[in-house]
């Protein structure tokens, strides 16, 4: 039995301006999963299809067994997505969501206190060849 899962993937990212990074932030997947999913090489699993339907106002049926560039019934429609993609973002720039920003700021300084324990690794070993 066919499905339109693929289709419908590119079409709301095409129809939102979103790249595929962009769309799989969405529902904390990345490009490469995506990807799979519009090349129709994999399925999304329930959850995150009900992700998808959730996000866009959409049903499940509708998703799965209907090609959404095609049209919809009147009851239903393809709604903007979360606010972190509701304004124009100039180019150059990439909105992100509250909480990939706060893990991108923890992975940040996590980094920058491994940097810094290593550098007083290295300040302490110069220490000891010169003495």
């Not at 039995?1 to 904390?28: A, R, T």
């Not at 090349?39 to 699993?45: E, N, S, V």
């Not at 993609?85 to 980094?111: A, C, M, N, R």
Request: with cysteine.
């Amino acid at each position: 039995m066919n499905n339109f899962i693929s289709l419908n993937i590119k079409y709301l990212c095409d129809l939102k301006n979103l790249k595929q990074d962009e769309f799989g932030l969405l529902f904390n997947l990345n490009k490469g999963v995506i990807g799979t999913y519009v090349r129709d090489a994999a399925t999304p699993k329930i959850e995150i299809i009900q992700k998808i339907c959730a996000q866009y106002n959409i049903s499940i049926d509708e998703f799965v067994n209907s090609d959404l560039s095609k049209g919809k019934s009147q009851n239903n429609s393809v709604n903007e997505p979360g606010p972190v993609y509701q304004k124009e973002v100039p180019s150059g720039f990439v909105l992100i969501s509250e909480k990939h920003l706060k893990l991108l700021e923890s992975t940040i300084e996590d980094k920058n206190k491994i940097i810094k324990a290593l550098e007083l690794r290295l300040g302490e070993s110069d220490k000891s060849e010169t003495a």
